[in-house]
């Protein structure tokens, strides 16, 4: 069974930090690029990040240039969002998202988590 488990969410103050952690389990982790989404209270989902298998390409939303860092960590299945200087509009609902091949050259497997909570409030 495919799985992907977002933790590391809360409740933080205003310019502080936070660290989202996804876990896969059920595919082949290294083959796949890793992505972070988000969505606000609402709104629409919103691309955060992406980071290719070997960590060789690192992608950014302009407006997160700088605050969010991703990562991740092919042995233990595992990619994190680094997320400093925090803002009340970061608040939402964090999702880990992975693309990667699929059974023939043409398809490709898309796995969703089902997401963390950020509130980013005083």
């Known amino acids: 069974e495919v799985q992907l488990v977002e933790s590391g969410g809360g409740l933080v103050q205003p310019g502080r930090s936070l660290t989202l952690s996804c876990t896969a389990s059920g595919f082949d982790f290294g083959d796949y690029a890793m992505s972070w989404i988000r969505q606000a209270p609402g709104k629409g989902l919103e691309w955060i990040s992406s980071?290719?298998?070997?960590?060789?390409?690192?992608y950014y939303a302009e407006s997160m240039k700088g605050r969010f860092s991703i990562s991740r960590d092919n042995a233990n299945n595992t990619v994190f969002l680094q997320m400093n200087s925090l803002k009340p509009e970061d608040t939402g609902v964090y999702y880990c998202?992975?693309?990667?091949?699929?059974?023939?050259?043409?398809?490709?497997?898309?796995?969703w988590g089902q997401g963390t909570q950020v509130t980013v409030s005083s």
């Open positions: 998202n992975a693309i990667g091949p699929g059974k023939s050259e043409t398809s490709v497997n898309v796995y």
């Open positions: 980071i290719s298998w070997n960590s060789g390409s690192k």
